[in-house]
């Protein structure tokens, strides 16, 4: 990636470019746009990502003040795919795969970002350098970091080409096998974890989540796909080692025919720790609580023919427990969308509505024009629910991004 282009500081839009704001929604930016992504709290700050309609990213960053963001700042990284969407935020630092290393971008309290530098002890080299076989290529990406021991611990999703294959056609229908390691030790060593996973020729492991209990206790979670439906894998790790104990599986949902239905379509995945450590995974039949166990449980149900009972947006710790997203139709004769700020304990238990908001479908631009609503996205931070929904404009002028903040 290039060098970053001057930080900007956005201030407040003129009131001639405000469209009527739905309640409890402000008016951040009036660009093309064709997404936002959340990345997360650091630096007592929230970042997000803002991809342009002509192909710019910006990582904008705010404070949160009250029930609003505060304080934007906007940092141009650039046009193409700079890989920020993919990057995994880790304490104040960002850390992206560029051409087989790690690189890190340090996010700072300014809400400026330093350049990019590489990654010191970077895991993706450890493993490629101790984890692949003679004559093979391998790569791997970090897609979730957790603190223990006073190190961190990264877990590393990846590909094996064998010695026959283009390294550049090297996916799983492509000759590519997939790959799943954590790193590092204690001793700074890389560990494969292959073996764990049910297909490693057309499946893989995706959304991997870490996780330390009050016990300081290490646990691991990964959605294992393999054809034609999913599952979710659950396992202890020695936190010095980094060896996995028994490994659970969940391979369906409460309320799903196994073999007609994939069990979680496309599933979103949380790990929620307190005394010990819980799965918390949504899909398109509800969000369910699963202790590694026996049967999940039901924190709510949803009805995906009908788009009632809310999806799951987004989880994290707040307030001494867990924080989750929910947003959908409250039932099917609602027309608007409602964005739900649920809380529990630690572990994902006890679920109750702490604070919602309505997202409008439209937006009126002039009596012949209206802003439709793209989608809605959140990210629970230690002020609260941070949420963004963008509308798409059906004439000429700018898309809105709208951001609204939830306490409870």
Same mark, same amino acid.
Request: neutral net charge.
């Given at each position: 990636?290039?060098?970053?282009?001057?930080?900007?500081?956005?201030?407040?839009?003129?009131?001639?470019?405000?469209?009527?704001?739905?309640? !409890?929604?402000?008016?951040?930016?009036?660009?093309?746009?064709?997404?936002?992504?959340?990345?997360?709290?650091?630096? #007592?700050?929230?970042?997000?990502?803002?991809?342009?309609?002509?192909?710019?990213?910006?990582?904008?960053?705010?404070?949160?003040?009250?029930?609003?963001?505060?304080?934007?700042?906007?940092?141009?990284?650039?046009?193409?795919?700079?890989?920020?969407?993919?990057?995994?935020?880790?304490?104040?630092?960002?850390?992206?795969?560029?051409?087989?290393?790690?690189?890190?971008?340090?996010?700072?309290?300014? #809400?400026?970002?330093?350049?990019?530098?590489?990654?010191?002890?970077?895991?993706?080299?450890?493993?490629?350098?101790?984890?692949?076989?003679?004559?093979?290529?391998?790569?791997?990406?970090?897609?979730?970091?957790?603190?223990?021991?006073?190190?961190?611990?990264?877990?590393?999703?990846?590909?094996?080409?064998?010695?026959?294959?283009?390294?550049?056609?090297?996916?799983?229908? !492509?000759?590519?096998?997939?790959?799943?390691?954590?790193?590092?030790?204690?001793? #700074?060593?890389?560990?494969?974890?292959?073996?764990?996973?049910?297909?490693?020729?057309?499946?893989?492991?995706?959304?991997?989540?870490?996780?330390?209990?009050?016990?300081?206790?290490?646990?691991?979670?990964?959605?294992?796909?393999?054809?034609?439906?999913?599952?979710?894998?659950?396992?202890?790790?020695?936190?010095?080692?980094?060896?996995? !104990?028994?490994?659970?599986?969940?391979?369906?949902?409460? !309320?799903?025919?196994?073999?007609?239905?994939?069990?979680?379509?496309?599933?979103?995945?949380?790990?929620?720790?307190?005394?010990?450590?819980?799965?918390?995974?949504?899909?398109?039949?509800?969000?369910?609580?699963?202790?590694?166990?026996?049967?999940?449980?039901?924190?709510?149900?949803?009805?995906?023919?009908?788009?009632?009972?809310?999806?799951?947006?987004?989880?994290?710790?707040?307030?001494?427990?867990?924080?989750?997203?929910?947003?959908?139709?409250?039932?099917?004769?609602?027309?608007?969308?409602?964005?739900?700020?649920?809380?529990?304990?630690?572990?994902?238990?006890?679920?109750?509505?702490?604070?919602?908001?309505?997202?409008?479908?439209?937006?009126?631009?002039?009596?012949?024009?209206?802003?439709?609503?793209?989608?809605?996205?959140?990210?629970?931070?230690?002020?609260?629910?941070?949420?963004?929904?963008?509308?798409?404009?059906?004439?000429?002028?700018?898309?809105?991004?709208?951001?609204?903040?939830?306490?409870?």
């Amino acid at each position: 990636m290039g060098a970053l282009f001057a930080v900007l500081v956005i201030a407040a839009l003129p009131s001639a470019t405000h469209a009527a704001t739905p309640r !409890g929604w402000e008016q951040l930016l009036a660009v093309p746009a064709d997404g936002v992504f959340p990345v997360g709290w650091a630096s #007592g700050r929230a970042w997000f990502l803002l991809e342009r309609s002509d192909d710019e990213q910006v990582l904008y960053s705010a404070r949160v003040a009250g029930g609003r963001l505060a304080s934007l700042v906007a940092n141009p990284m650039g046009k193409g795919d700079q890989g920020i969407a993919d990057a995994l935020l880790s304490g104040s630092t960002l850390v992206g795969v560029s051409q087989g290393t790690s690189r890190a971008l340090t996010l700072l309290p300014s #809400g400026k970002v330093s350049g990019w530098a590489p990654m010191p002890g970077d895991p993706v080299v450890i493993a490629r350098g101790s984890l692949v076989p003679a004559g093979y290529a391998g790569d791997w990406t970090a897609k979730a970091a957790v603190t223990v021991g006073g190190r961190t611990v990264w877990a590393l999703p990846g590909r094996l080409c064998p010695p026959d294959s283009d390294p550049h056609h090297c996916t799983i229908n !492509g000759g590519g096998y997939s790959s799943f390691a954590v790193c590092c030790t204690s001793d #700074g060593q890389a560990v494969d974890l292959t073996s764990l996973l049910r297909n490693t020729v057309k499946g893989g492991t995706s959304q991997p989540g870490l996780g330390v209990d009050a016990h300081g206790r290490l646990w691991l979670t990964w959605v294992d796909n393999v054809p034609n439906e999913a599952g979710i894998d659950f396992v202890q790790l020695d936190a010095t080692t980094l060896q996995p !104990g028994h490994v659970q599986f969940l391979g369906t949902l409460p !309320g799903v025919v196994p073999g007609r239905i994939p069990p979680f379509l496309a599933p979103a995945l949380f790990l929620g720790c307190g005394d010990t450590c819980s799965v918390v995974v949504g899909s398109a039949f509800g969000v369910f609580r699963w202790p590694g166990a026996g049967p999940a449980a039901a924190l709510w149900r949803s009805d995906p023919l009908k788009g009632t009972g809310g999806q799951l947006l987004a989880a994290g710790p707040y307030g001494g427990g867990l924080a989750l997203a929910s947003y959908g139709r409250k039932n099917s004769a609602a027309a608007d969308l409602t964005l739900g700020l649920v809380r529990t304990d630690a572990e994902g238990r006890n679920p109750h509505t702490a604070a919602s908001v309505t997202a409008v479908l439209e937006i009126p631009r002039d009596p012949s024009h209206v802003a439709s609503l793209e989608g809605v996205t959140a990210m629970v931070t230690p002020a609260g629910l941070v949420a963004f929904a963008l509308y798409r404009s059906d004439d000429a002028r700018p898309d809105l991004v709208l951001a609204t903040v939830l306490h409870g």
